[in-house]
Nanobody
Framework: QVQLVESGGGLVQPGGSLRLSCAAS??????????LGWYRQAPGKQRELVAS???????NYADSAKGRFTISRDNAKNTVHLQMNSLKPEDTAVYYC??????????WGQGTQVTVSS
């Protein structure tokens, strides 16, 4: 079993920044081999990919996140981060981290609320 705990969400004004973190624990011996991702789900909308990073460090971003968000991983601490800058009201959502182990095994965190509002 793998447990994921997200942190760093909150209320921020438009144009502000937040840094989300997701710490993995449990049966996570080979964290460095796993793909990692951040997703978000706004009310009434489907969950969508925001950013992902492979075991080799290749990054992929949703168009809405390009130039504003940065995903990073710290394999020594079994952690993945999402630095979010220039936040907009449309970034408001619950943000989830995901760990992908191979093709068929994946784990999700419980989510952290991000609200962008003045």
């Amino acid at each position: 079993q793998v447990q994921l705990v997200e942190s760093g969400g909150g209320l921020v004004q438009p144009g502000g920044s937040l840094r989300l973190s997701c710490a993995a624990s449990g049966s996570i011996l080979y964290f460095y081999t796993m793909g990692l991702g951040w997703y978000r789900q706004a009310p009434g909308k489907q969950r969508e990919l925001v950013a992902s990073i492979t075991s080799s460090g290749s990054r992929n971003y949703a168009d809405s996140a390009k130039g504003r968000f940065t995903i990073s991983r710290d394999n020594a601490k079994n952690t993945v981060h999402l630095q979010m800058n220039s936040l907009k009201p449309e970034d408001t959502a619950v943000y989830y981290c995901k760990v992908q182990n191979g093709i068929s095994e994946s784990y999700w965190g419980q989510g952290t609320q991000v609200t962008v509002s003045s």
